[in-house]
């Protein structure tokens, strides 16, 4: 089950999600407004056992070393690329009005690396061009990913940042992303959730 915690002015989408049997999980970018993370952990009653990052932008990134203090696990994610990101969170947060605090992740991730959270399997792909180390998580059963800024739902990541690249991020979607099938929801980093078989028929940023 997954509940999309919107944080930040960026209405980031931070999601809980957890194994209804057991009520462990996990918590993925949580960009910042921590106390409303929390609240919907208690809430829910989830034993979260680890922080996901898909990338090292600050609204999703911002608030994972004080959610890994209030929580004491582990963070995984996303791939190295993305240290430089993750190293300048609180330049990056002073610039928007956001508290933020470097962090380095527990487990860097790379192409072919499986996370298990609460006795679920999400393989991981690399997906640069959003930012040099951008990641998807993709759970085979339930047919399912957590896209991160790669995919929207009639959009795709923003790259004219300096460090953007367009050219792979459409790469990225059309030979990791695509294969996996037209049925794969999943939800994305900002707005509403869709299905890779949506995208790869509308969406204006991937038409051939």
Known sequence: ????????????????????????????????????????????GVTVEKILLTHGHIDHAGGALELKAKLGVAIEGPHAADKFLLDNLAVSGAQYGLRAQAVTPDRWLQEGDVVEVAGFSFAMFECPGHSPGSVVFFNAEHRFCLMGDVLFDGSIGRTDFPYGDHAALIRSIKEKLFPLGD????????GGPSTIGKERMSNPFLSD
């Open 1 to 44: 089950k997954i509940m999309i915690i919107p944080v930040t002015p960026f209405q980031q989408n931070c999601t809980l999600m957890w194994n209804e049997e057991t009520m462990r999980g996990a918590v993925t970018d949580p960009g910042g407004d921590i106390d409303r993370i929390l609240e919907a952990i208690s809430k829910t």
């Open 183 to 190: 049925d794969v929801s999943f939800i994305p980093g900002h």
